[in-house]
């Protein structure tokens, strides 16, 4: 994966949001760091990381989307990173929420399959 850029700081107040209370540990053993540290990376938008996210994650959504027409694959992909990366008003990027606890592929996966679905 790409170096970022993000400072362990912001990644360390970004996972304590995350951890519940009580169940640290248990937490801990599923955690999916580097995902986690992508995701928190992202929803601040440093740019190196926003590369990787479109590299390493976006890069297998189509597959995982079955047979689209492209234009439609298009349209699912541009809605995907405007509803994962951009803030709304005074609420942070959605990929901020990601938790960590499964693969960051996974996650965005089912956003995806939603949105070409007409959902979320």
């Known amino acids: 994966m790409a170096t ?13 949001q995350h951890l519940p209370a009580g169940k640290v540990s248990e937490v801990m053993r599923i955690l999916q760091g580097a995902d986690l540290y992508l995701a928190c990376a992202c929803a601040t938008g440093e740019p ?29 992909l541009q809605v995907l990173r405007e509803r994962l990366l951009v803030a709304s008003g005074n609420t942070p990027p959605r990929i901020a929420s990601d938790r960590g606890r499964g693969p960051l592929l996974s996650w965005v ?12």
């Open 4 to 16: 970022l850029s993000l400072p362990v700081e912001d990644f360390v107040g970004n996972l304590a």
């Open 48 to 76: 190196s990381a926003l590369r990787a996210f479109e590299q390493h994650v976006l890069r297998h959504i189509p597959a995982r989307l079955g047979r689209l027409p492209p234009n439609m694959l298009e349209e699912v």
């Open 109 to 120: 996966g089912i956003v995806a399959a939603r949105i070409s679905g007409g959902g979320w």
